[in-house]
């Protein structure tokens, strides 16, 4: 039998989510600053975190759609 859908915690996960992710963009963008890189190396990592900025913003319009789905249970 499956567990029931318990969402009660999804805005604190997500917002731990974004935070670890910013953490990645700047922990790679400190890694850039390294002369031992070739410039393919650099563009891999500038994309990644382009990659990560826009999941960044998915997670923030699903804390946005959890906040929204709280409020029309509670009315």
Known sequence: MAKPDNRKDNVRKLQEMIQNTIGNIEAA???????????????QIREKNERRRASIEGMRNEIQDEARA???RYE
């Open 29 to 43: 963008e400190e890694t850039m600053s390294n002369t031992h890189l070739t410039e393919e190396q650099r563009q």
């Open 70 to 72: 709280q409020e029309n």
